[in-house]
């Protein structure tokens, strides 16, 4: 396994001439394998990964098709301004990229492009006798749950595979265990009480990939429990969405996961069988912001 190293990524590829898929295992063949960007060019804003640092390795073509067509809606809705027109960096690349993608991507929620693909929710409650609520939310286009995760899964494994890569077998590893997402969040609420509760409780754990890369659009970081069996893992795409979690034993993790805090859910209204409730956003402050952060006494 490589040492906490990474942090200094070279401004160009690694490239890996791995015999197995790093996704799914399989021995690769001439018919099967394909060259494989672990950060798609395409996934960040067009550019931004010129001379920059990258993981290329070989993959099965049905794995790279499936984590293609992943990239696809997530890097275009990743990319999209927020309910007041506001993009996660005053970054014209970015601006132009999203306004591309939005018109060539489709949503894979509602099956129509992202620019048409802002969502409306009506709630209409009757709460008592002569009392009734109406309730009209407009959201930006939104990404689904499982695809988020299934995303972040094969890249964590890509890197996994990286780490522990042996040039002589040409065959990198799998970690055991099972993957633990906790939470994926946007940019205006990274300040929220589990995401923090999260960063707090592994910031001290080594490092073992530290990847931010494309002028930050993309980030990376697996950090290991210093005794237990155990990897937490944060991603960061487009400076807009951020994804956390864990993978390895199970027990270890759940006592873990169950220290932290529950999101606060304020009730609006409350029914006999039905409640409207909300929970306002948190941003989080740069200087408390510590979810990358790396001891440079481990250089």
Known sequence: MLDSKLNYLPNRPIILDNETCVYCGMLLSSESVTKEHVIGRRFVPKGKLNSQWNLIVRACKQCNSKKSDLENDISAISMQADAWG??????????????????????????????????????????????????????PPQIKSDRIYELARMQLM????????????????????????????????????????FMDAVVSW?????????????????????????????????????????????????????????????????????YVGFRIEKPLADEDDILFYWDNDLD
């Open 206 to 274: 080594e490092p073992r990939v530290i990847a931010i890369c494309a002028d930050g659009f993309f980030k990376a970081i697996i950090r290991r429990h210093p005794n237990a069996v155990r990897w937490s893992w944060a991603l960061e795409w487009n400076h807009k969405y951020r994804t956390v979690g864990f993978f390895g034993e199970t027990e270890p993790t759940k006592n873990i996961v169950a220290t932290f805090p529950e999101m606060e859910i304020t009730t609006m209204a409350q029914g006999s069988n039905q």
């Open 158 to 197: 890509a890197f996994f595979y990286w780490i522990t890569y042996n040039n002589k077998t040409k065959r990198g590893g799998f970690w055991l265990g099972s993957l633990f997402p906790l939470l994926e969040t946007i940019r205006s609420d990274w300040g929220n009480t589990v995401h923090r509760a």
């Open 86 to 139: 506001r993009h996660s960096l005053p970054d014209s690349t970015l601006a132009v990229e999203a306004a591309r993608k939005a018109q060539n991507s489709i949503s894979r929620r509602t099956k129509k492009p992202i620019k048409d693909s802002s969502e409306k929710i009506n709630i209409k409650e009757t709460l008592a006798p002569g009392v009734e609520f109406t309730f009209n939310f407009v959201s």
